[in-house]
């Protein structure tokens, strides 16, 4: 693999560019079985708590509670349990949006005995990601023990579950995280954030090391066509006032377009930011071109080999070790 090669693919660095912070609200299906006038598939966001059932599927009754709707309190002082009893359906609870957080709702309704929550939005707006809260105060110590699923479902599909229960009817549903894997053609579809640079501390440690024990998991997985895994190397840009700057000069390559940050963060010494895109670049066009020849696990044994023989360290990260470590693969 020549060097020119490698500037051919800029525009491949540049398309990555284009899914930086892309945000997706993981999805599922949620299948109303009965009663008649609301058989159908609704749509719910997956909350990043608890613990989806990714491939699998769950039945279960909802039911809406007389008190306590948001689930802001436990269900004890008011005296309601969802257990199911020997041989029923599990509860799905339903609960409204407002008032505290998602994971105090999904906490108070694991504790009454439910096996899944649903949490009804409160105003008509697209399906956001139920999250976690940021604060670090939050006293969320109970986070790690929610293991019920959850999911936020659309005000106007809650309204509707709320009227067939007040109804009477049995509402009986299937929430199912099938569809929530991207599987186009029964594989799995994977991306990897990584970077080239090899010495930052614990962080690139704990990054090679994760290469050597992954690498043979992920080769396996590729070759026999279970996964489709995509690479992807982060790369800054320097703002256009700072572009004369001795600091985007040293980390940027194409005019500030494409930067890392020094690896030593001194600019006086050791590697540069433009020398971590470069070395970023050529594992990219690897990926590229062993991709396109049928065999993108070989980017595993790249990279692996990379960092331990081009570290930074021992002064061989350089232009001539990783085209060494390249010539041993015939793609
Ligand atoms: C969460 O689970 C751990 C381990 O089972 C337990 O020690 C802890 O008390 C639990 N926390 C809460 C708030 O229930
Ligand atoms: C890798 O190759 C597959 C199959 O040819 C293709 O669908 C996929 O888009 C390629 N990935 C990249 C990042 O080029």
């Not at 540049?14 to 930086?20: A, D, E, I, N, Y």
């Not at 990219?284 to 080999?305: H, I, R």
């Amino acid at each position: 693999m020549g060097g020119r090669m490698l500037w051919l693919l800029v525009p491949v660095l540049f398309l990555c560019g284009t899914c930086w912070g892309r945000y997706v609200v993981e999805k599922n299906s949620l299948k109303v079985t009965s009663p008649n006038s609301l058989k159908g598939i609704y749509e719910s966001a997956i909350g990043n708590f608890g613990v989806p059932q990714y491939g699998g599927t769950m039945v279960g009754i909802v039911a809406y509670p007389k008190a306590n709707r948001k689930a802001c309190h436990s269900f004890k002082d008011f005296d309601i349990s969802y257990k199911s009893k020997p041989g029923g359906f599990p509860t799905f609870l339903l609960v409204d949006r407002g008032d505290c957080y998602f994971i105090t709702k999904a906490w108070n309704a694991q504790n009454s005995g439910a096996a899944a929550v649903l949490v009804a939005d409160n105003v008509a707006e697209p399906l956001i990601t139920m999250n976690t809260p940021e604060e670090e105060n939050s006293k969320a110590d109970y986070l790690q023990n929610i293991t019920i699923p959850s999911a936020l479902i659309s005000k106007s599909f809650g309204d509707r579950l709320k009227k067939a229960i007040e109804n009477g009817d049995m509402v009986s549903v299937n929430l199912d995280w099938k569809e929530s894997l991207p599987h186009p053609d029964n594989r799995v579809e994977y991306e990897f954030w990584t970077n080239s640079n090899n010495e930052c501390g614990p962080k690139c440690d704990s990054q090679i090391q994760f290469f050597k024990n992954f690498k043979g998991a992920a080769q396996i997985l590729e070759k026999k066509s279970y996964t489709q895994f995509t690479p992807h190397y982060i790369t800054w840009y320097c703002a256009e006032i700072f572009l004369s700057s001795k600091r985007c000069k040293s980390q940027c390559i194409n005019h500030g377009r494409y930067c890392a940050p020094d690896p030593e963060q001194d600019f006086s010494k050791g590697y540069d930011g433009k020398d971590v895109v470069m070395q970023n670049l050529r594992q990219v066009c690897l990926f590229k071109v062993a991709n396109e020849s049928g065999k993108p696990w070989l980017w595993w044994d790249y990279v692996t080999d990379f960092a331990i023989r081009c570290p930074m360290k021992e002064k061989k990260y350089t232009k001539g070790c990783a085209e060494e470590v390249i010539n041993v693969y015939s793609i």
